[in-house]
């Protein structure tokens, strides 16, 4: 029985751990967009509100569904 336990424990952590990376991953992809979006609008100038207009939608985009998130497992 205690070889269940621990097993269980061993993949608890290990979906929480995945979690937690994919969570930082989505992250470090916004960041990325923002830089490109930064070079983006520094090379256009005057005009990078209309040439960089798609990458500035996305990053707001992923500024919205890419937060860093904490795991809890809810148990039902």
Do not use: P
């Amino acid at each position: 029985m205690s070889d269940d336990r621990a097993e269980l424990i061993k993949a608890t952590i290990q979906e929480r751990e995945d979690f937690i990376r994919e969570s930082w991953v989505k992250a470090m992809e916004a960041r990325l967009v923002r830089d490109e979006l930064v070079k983006c609008q520094r090379y256009e100038g005057v005009n990078s509100l209309e040439n960089c207009r798609w990458l500035s939608e996305k990053y707001i985009e992923m500024l919205q569904g890419n937060k860093v998130k904490g795991y809890k497992k809810i148990d039902v």
